[in-house]
């Protein structure tokens, strides 16, 4: 399976379609926007030793965010790019989960954030990077700073997620449509919900 970074957007395409990562039909993001392509990141992540070798093309621009104390991901899809980044980086490696009650982010299982500490937030793949922002106010609530945010693919066409810079393994738009603007064609077909967080 190919390892080397892609350096556009058609290469991006490319290398997922030879993972089978790329899903056409319609599809409710986490965002609660509509998309008739869905990035099924479980089908790279399966593959930990090539997903490594991507992670390690980026280390340089990881570092280059400065100090990096704890890698921060949210669960479930981030946990396993969390832990590579965090091998690759040497740095504590922890994750958030989801309240059953709230549907908020919050850390569990003894993890903790100390002041002073600089996190990396880390996901798979980022669409507005809404899942990120929700972490940052419990990182700052703890006398933390985010570092910045590494996902393995960022589609949100934007390179920060609020005021934080984005590192990423590759870069790809696919269409995206607001609840009140899916387009005919699309909304004539059935609408899945793919991921874990719920859509308010």
């Known amino acids: 399976m190919r390892t080397e970074l ?8 490319a290398l997922l379609k030879e993972y089978g990562a790329v899903e056409e039909g319609h599809f409710l993001l986490a965002s ?3 998309s008739n392509f869905y990035v099924k990141k479980g089908k790279l992540v399966q593959h930990p030793w090539e997903l490594q070798r991507m992670i390690e093309q980026r280390v340089e621009a990881m570092r280059a965010l400065g100090r990096i104390d704890v890698v921060l991901s949210p669960a479930m899809g981030g946990v396993p790019v969390g832990q590579q980044v965090g091998l690759a980086l040497h740095a504590r490696t922890i994750y958030a989960e989801r309240d059953a009650a709230t549907n908020a ?4 299982r003894g993890f903790e954030i100390r002041a002073g500490e600089r996190l990396l937030l880390v996901e798979d793949v980022i669409t507005t990077g809404g899942t990120l922002l929700e972490l940052t106010d419990f990182i700052e609530s ?3 700073e985010v570092a910045g945010v590494f996902v393995v693919v960022n589609r949100s066409g934007k390179a920060t997620v609020g005021d934080y810079p984005v590192v990423s393994c590759m870069e790809v738009q696919f269409p995206v449509y607001a609840p009140d603007a899916v387009p005919d064609w699309l909304a004539a077909i ?6 874990t967080k719920r859509v308010e």
Do not use: M, Q, Y
């Not at 892609?6 to 395409?13: G, L, V």
């Not at 982010?105 to 569990?108: A, F, H, M, N, Y």
């Not at 059935?190 to 991921?195: F, S």
């Open 6 to 13: 892609p350096t556009s957007s058609d290469e991006t395409i």
């Open 190 to 195: 059935p609408a899945v919900r793919p991921g």
């Open 105 to 108: 982010l919050e850390l569990k």
């Open 32 to 34: 609660g926007n509509h």
């Open 142 to 144: 703890r006398g933390g």
